[in-house]
């Protein structure tokens, strides 16, 4: 039996509970000898001139080595915007010379000895800032009053599509139009960013810093300092977590290789929790329209969602999140006419990137509102109203009008079985039940069909490379160009050569993250790595088993063709005589069994499903405890479902979180008011029921594992099945809508705001 | 996130903290738990520059009843822990309120550090502890240079971190009445489990206090007046946000958190008549 879709327990937990693992911050390594440390001064202003730095009294200060200002950096030219798209005039210096943008906003770096000298010595950094109005709301920054590039002249970043025509819902019998609030969240991972580098005598310098992929941060490094990129080793440590805010490099983290060089002694940073909240990128973020037309019958005819992302005040990932967003307009619906158009804006906030799902659950939460608007409006239950509008069951890729080609998919089956798995007439009968006898806590049950796009090209293709060994003693190594932050690569990439070599899983050693072993690789992002990186391994085992062929015909002096693998003794045998042959390892020992290869998937895969959530109300207070969970996501062929189990957990407790929880906060004046965990609500196991998570797999071509991506999907589904269920919980006081986070003063403001409407109707 | 320098003094009796606060007057703090005044440390929002640890104290750690007949007073020891009084029995049997309360603080981590001396002496008018002490009546033991005195719960908390505690004393035990099988009812309102109430109301023996609707927990009078005049438990729940001044936050405005403070007056008073 095949040790694919079994559940192999994580090889690398062991050393992850019992010896610790290395994060940056932990390094010890002799090139860090007498490292300093770096500590930013960060602007806590939102928007301003900058009109003096003195960094005089902080000089003076213990332990302090050198402060450095916008002054000191001739030889750093600021940092272009990530993509020709954008606005070029939006450029991001290295530390505010005349201006700063956001609080956060970095403006000197003060280098001490000591880690917590440097906090002492940077408040003493006279900042002197002239503030101007802020701009905190993409509506603000849409009026183009206040520009926070006025050399740009405007603060779009860049605009996405045409608007609709103007008859696009001519004809439709019933239209409904919503503005939604995708809210702005903080991804925070449990280990906030770090770097470290060091200058060798050869010129080389070494990085060390938390990310989601060695060589793309690599890359970056090398752009952002005009440097040759072999001239860097850029050495990805144990990662705590990143949810895409990771991906690529941060500026800071370039910042501390030039200045090491800059003083001549390597350099650490390890920002603090606060800092994280305001200096590591954030998510989501849009302001959305949706209008949805069609028949009562339940026929949707037409669907528009025009958007504009926050991407705060310097241009990263997020200003090209609207593509994304754009092209999963439709999701799983096969609507006849679907627009979208989007605007990338510069706000005086934290900069957004890609956070778990990046540009496609904004999409779906949009649709999936959509349809329950529409479904209230013709008075039809949600589920019927899907079931009408959903794309038929296919095996052939289908294109859709925004222009995804979707490679299979059956989403009714997906819809089914999950109200089947939630006993959703049970549940209706329940709800109104409750309904009738006016109690307190009321039930609210919601859905969401999905469809989203994984293993996308996010810049270096679609494509992963893999190395594989295998050693005399009989063990084997990895590489990969994936890189593991809590996924479990190391289990899942050992057991797919396992299956094809017969060597243990414990025997097989999976490296990543260190670019002069792994000079090319995609990282770990946008949910590609089983299905191009495992992918991957997958072709090197069966590369490496036909080099082993070669070589143990000669040995053997057998046909090559009768040498079949026999997994049993981990090497080749003799058709018709298993046992008799030659292991690989003993092929390793004549000469090095290695290959090399690379895994181009030529395209995307989409995975889908269905959650269906269930709430209570206490329609008293407005608060909503999530108490069901009930979800199907089709991730194609698993590898090990325990692995693809936690990917789904954290997914759903991350879209219960946007949607109850989570929401990223400014003042009227810019500044954050949600920058510490006391005050920044992520969520906690007590918050979450036991999610019942139902099978469906529908392997994907794209592949020869027929995986598609898993780690995203949980997120994308849950989000709009908790608010919908929130809302569904209060339908039928008048509630509509509610954004998210759905606080309980949000719902019980929305209760009453319907009771006063219905009041007055009624007059 | 990392606290400005200063000096730390580990003590190991009620006199040696006294004399040490003596010595170091302004600057110097008392620290017991540490989860409400390390926070506020690494933020700067605090500087004191000498620390002096009071949580080697042993003999500040108990819960007794003192005396006995209907004016016996249950004693707990200000270095008692959360979780110590949530599991105490004499608490559990004499008043039940408080062992309930000391449950619902924060998460476990919390609750193994944090004292009911700490959470008193910080007077922040959204604790779960003072709330109920509050509504149980009692006083505050303190012990400075001149003696031990004790003050009435009704005029301990003064204002946001205000308290009638002088500089140079400390809270040593809280005395509260025993209140045995009377009902009780605790109501505190978050959004996730572990958090601080956005409100909370605690209700026994026809008192009503309320955390976090105005500068320090106060009493609902208006309402406790309404129920002694016989009004029912949701005339009398109308008026519990009568004469507070709650603030704003991203949770509740005021008009939310005067909406719920009435809500939540009206379950606690349920859940202690039992309705
Ligand atoms: C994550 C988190 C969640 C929390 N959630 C809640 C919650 O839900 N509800 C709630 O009520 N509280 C909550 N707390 C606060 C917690 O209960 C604290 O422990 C408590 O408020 C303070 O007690 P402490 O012993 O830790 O005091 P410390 O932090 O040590 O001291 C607090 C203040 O009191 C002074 N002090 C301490 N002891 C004495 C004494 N004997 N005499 C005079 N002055 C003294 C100190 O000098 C300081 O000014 C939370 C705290 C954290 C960190």
Redesign the pocket.
Known sequence: MSILGTRVVRTEDPLFLTRGATYTDDLVDDRLTGALHATFVRSQVAHGRLLSVDTSAALEAPGVVAVVTAADLSDLVPLPPPFPFINQEMTRPWLASDRVRFVGDPIAVVLTEERYQGEDAAELVAVDIDPLPAVVSTADAARDEVLLFPEAGTNVMASFGEPAPADFFDGCEVVVTQALVNQRVAPVPLESRAAAASWGADGRVTVWCTNQGAQQARGQLGDWLKMDPDLIHLITPDVGGGFGAKIGADPEYAFVAWLAKHVGRPVRWAESRSENLVGMLHGRGQDQVVTIGGRRDGTVEAYSLVFDQDCGAYPRIGAVLPTLTMLMAPGVYGFPKVHSQGRALATTTTSIGAYRGAGRPEATAAVERAIDLFAAEIGMDPADVRRKNLLPAFHEPHTTPMGATYDNGDYTVALDKALDAAGYADLRAEQARRREAGDARQLGIGLSVYVEITGADNGAGTKEAAELEVHPDGTATVLTGTSPHGQGHATAWAMIASDQLGIPVEKITVVHGDTDRVPEGGGTMGSRSLQQGGAAVHQAAGELIELARRRAAEKLEANPEDLVVDLGMAGLAVRGTPGVGVTFAELAADDRLLVNTVFNANAPTFPFGAHVAVVELDVESGKAQVVRMVTVDDAGTIVNPLLAEGQRHGGIAQGVAQALLEEVLYDEDGNPTTSTL?DYPFISATELPSFELVEMSTPTPMNPLGAKGIGEAGTIGSTPAVQNAVIDAAAHLGVRHVDMPATPMRVWRAIRQAGHNASQEGN | MIPSPFEYVKVRSVDEALAALTEHGEDA???????????IMKLRL?IPTVLID?SGISD?SYVRVDGDGPDAMVAIG??TR?FELERDDVARTEVPLLPHVAG????PQ?RH???I??????S?P?????TALLALGGTVVLQGPGGRREVPVTEFWTGFFETA?SPD????ELRVPRTGSIGWGYEKF?RRE????IVAAAAVDGRVALANMAGSVVRATATEEALARGASIAEAAELADQGTSPGADMHADQEYRRHLARLLTRRALETAAGV
């Open positions: 006391a | 703090k008392l620290l017991a738990g540490g989860h409400s005044l390390l926070p605090a009071i500040l200000a270095g959360h619902r603080v924060g998460d919390v550090r944090g004292t001396g700490g959470t008193t002496a910080h922040d959204a604790s779960d502890l003072p505690m004393e400390m809270v040593v978050t572990n958090d601080w109430p």
